[in-house]
Every structure is written in structure tokens, then in C-alpha cells.
């Protein structure tokens, strides 16, 4: 079985029509390739489309400033990519005189860019053969040859890359790996249709009937709960309706983002004892706090966090102040915040 025609040509023939496809620029290449990691398409799509409208060229992407960037990735999680494909920008105008680069090792270099996605670029829009793994490729190729090593090791990860390394197609690379992640994503599916497979007849899971063992996988690694607390405090009236935030920083999640002042405790707790925690006594000591609204409680899973949070309106004397930044109501909008808070500003301040 000749497994990289018979990939080409269903690819050929089943391919879906999307921008990044249309084009060998690197940049929109790599553009692509960031936002469509842990997105998908129909969601990615749409960001693809904004980015490029707000950037169009690399240097109105290293130009920008960094908040402008989060706030046009906002919603789409993982914002560590967003701060990389910023700094990266700046890395090609400044060490590279804003010329893309060219080979596979100088673009691995680039801030942000893996393995994966330097195999992406170099190969569609350089004609290099350095086959991309992804998940859909890591499923389809431990399915097709039995490849019994986890999926979620190094190992496992270097059997599959092996194996694509000796079927890449040298002389159209970039369509041979849009081909195998294609097929991934839309054939060789999580519980895939074996009977419409066209490689079916060479397949070890399929001959040995064990599809649904493939991919192997290691210990799930186990989530992590975490309760926010945010403290939402509104201050004066009309234009100088205002409301503090503060900017995240360190290496936590949403790093650089904007939410509320926030007191993180180690189990649910009420609001009762939240006044009496040690936190509180820091931000509050001395002065006249009042709860006007307590909101609903909400949950917002990551990859391996759970965040269980509750936002409190709460009501400060006018003359007090607090070391956060005062932001008026309506430029709040301005400011890049994670998708949790953007929830609770759409459901309970946007009444």
C-alpha cells in the first residue's frame, strides 16, 4: 500500500477550502498554525480573519502593543500564544530585518514556535520535508501502525515522527502534511467511520480490531480546582463612574491580562468568612466596605485547572482609594480580560 499517494489524493479530493490554504506567505501560514493550536476551525476561522484584518503584515504586528493583541485574542484562550506571536514579530524585525526565516531551524528559534509549527511553516511555505505532528497525526499514525508507545510521551511521539519522516512527500512536503492532518481531523476522527477509511486495508487497528485502543495514552494528568474570589468595586457616578483593576502578571494563568482585585482561598468559602481572612484585612484594613451584590457561582475549566469563582459588587467610601488601576466603566471593554470575566461583565454589569 502506497500510503503517501493514496493521503495525497483523498487530500485532493476531500480538502476543505480555507484562507491559509490559498497562500504560501509565511506569515499567514504561521498566523494560522498559532491560532488554530487547541482551536477549532469554525472558531479559529473567524480570529484568523481579524487578526490578519488588524495586521495584515508582520510589521503592523510588531508595531502593535502587546494589550492590543490580547484584546483581539480575547476568547480564545491559551493567551501565551498571543504574547509569543507578538514577541516573535519583533524578534523577525530586529534579528532577521523583517524578513521571514527561511529554514526549519531558524524558524524553530523564533519565540513560541515548537516543533510542530516550525514543521508547518517550513514545509508549506518553503518546501522543506519536515513533517508536522499534531494530535489528529499522532492518532492517525498509532492506529495505522499499531504504534503501542503513549501518545503523550516523548517516545510515543518519536515512533510516530519517524514513520512520517520516511513517508513525506520530498517534492510537495507542505501538502503531504496538510494531508495527514486533514485526514486526522475529518477520516481517522477520535471514533472514526472505518468502512469509509481508503486505507483501511493496511491498517493494524482496523485488521486487528482495536481502532478504539489507538492512540495509546499515559495517566491522565489530574485537574486542579482553584476558587477566585473577585471583588468588583464600582466608584463614582457619570463620567467618573469608575471600577479598579489590576493587571496579572508572574507566570500564573492570563498572564498580562486584566480581571479585579482578587483573593484566592484553598476551598469554597462564604463571604462572611472572606472579610475575616488575612487577605481582606490587607486590602480593606480600616475602612467601611459594603456588599451590595453577590453573583452566581461560576466554573471555567482549563486544560488541567478548574477555576470555581464568585464576584462580589462591593461599595467603598469615595474618598478611599486603593493601590489598583481605575478604569472607567465604559472603556473597561478596551482592556484585555479572560473569558471568565468577560462573562460576568456580559451577564450582570451589561443589564
Known amino acids: 500500500m502506497n500510503f503517501t499517494k493514496i493521503l495525497t489524493k483523498w487530500y485532493e479530493k476531500n480538502k476543505r477550502d480555507l484562507p491559509w490554504r490559498r497562500t504560501i506567505e509565511p506569515y499567514r501560514i504561521w498566523v494560522s498554525e498559532i491560532i488554530l493550536q487547541q482551536t477549532r476551525i469554525e472558531q479559529g476561522l473567524e480570529y484568523y480573519l481579524r487578526f490578519l484584518e488588524k495586521f495584515p503584515y508582520l510589521h503592523a504586528l510588531a508595531e502593535a502593543e502587546e494589550e492590543e493583541v490580547l484584546k483581539l485574542w480575547q476568547g480564545l484562550g491559551y493567551y501565551s500564544r498571543a504574547r509569543n506571536i507578538h514577541a516573535a514579530a519583533r524578534e523577525i524585525m530586529t534579528l532577521h530585518r523583517g524578513i521571514f526565516p527561511k529554514t526549519y531551524n531558524e524558524i524553530r528559534k523564533l519565540k513560541g514556535i515548537g516543533d510542530y509549527t516550525a514543521a508547518a511553516i517550513s514545509s508549506i511555505a518553503f518546501g522543506i520535508p519536515s513533517p508536522v505532528v499534531d494530535g489528529n497525526v499522532l492518532r492517525l499514525f498509532s492506529r495505522f501502525f499499531g504504534i503501542r508507545e503513549p501518545v503523550d510521551t516523548q517516545e510515543g511521539k518519536t515512533a510516530v515522527l519517524e514513520k512520517a519522516k520516511k513517508l513525506i512527500s520530498h517534492e510537495h512536503p507542505g501538502d503531504f502534511n496538510q494531508a495527514i492532518m486533514e485526514f486526522g481531523a475529518l477520516q481517522c476522527k477520535p471514533v472514526p467511520d472505518c468502512k469509509k477509511c481508503p486505507l483501511e486495508s493496511g491498517c493494524v487497528a482496523f485488521r486487528e480490531n482495536r481502532v478504539?485502543?489507538?492512540?495509546?495514552?499515559?495517566?491522565?494528568?489530574?485537574?486542579?480546582?482553584?476558587?477566585?474570589?473577585?471583588?468588583?468595586?464600582?466608584?463614582g457616578k457619570g463620567q467618573k463612574h469608575s471600577v479598579f483593576?489590576?493587571?496579572?502578571?508572574?507566570?500564573?494563568?492570563?498572564?498580562?491580562?486584566?480581571?479585579?482585585?482578587?483573593?484566592?482561598?484553598?476551598?469554597?468559602?462564604?463571604?462572611?468568612?472572606?472579610?475575616?481572612?488575612?487577605?481582606?484585612?490587607?486590602?480593606?484594613?480600616?475602612?467601611?466596605?459594603t456588599l451590595l451584590k453577590e453573583s452566581k457561582t461560576y466554573k471555567h475549566i482549563l486544560t488541567h485547572q478548574v477555576i470555581v469563582a464568585k464576584f462580589y459588587q462591593l461599595k467603598i467610601p469615595e474618598t478611599e482609594m486603593l493601590p489598583f488601576l481605575k478604569v472607567q466603566i465604559t472603556k473597561v471593554g478596551k482592556y484585555p480580560v479572560s473569558r471568565l470575566v468577560e462573562k460576568y461583565l456580559e451577564s450582570e454589569i451589561s443589564k
Open 245 to 289: 483593576l489590576k493587571k496579572r502578571t508572574g507566570n500564573d494563568i492570563w498572564k498580562n491580562l486584566f480581571d479585579f482585585p482578587l483573593i484566592e482561598t484553598g476551598k469554597t468559602e462564604s463571604y462572611k468568612k472572606l472579610v475575616l481572612s488575612k487577605e481582606w484585612n490587607n486590602l480593606f484594613s480600616g475602612m467601611k466596605v
Open 212 to 235: 478504539a485502543e489507538y492512540p495509546v495514552k499515559s495517566k491522565k494528568q489530574e485537574q486542579r480546582t482553584r476558587y477566585f474570589h473577585y471583588l468588583f468595586i464600582p466608584t
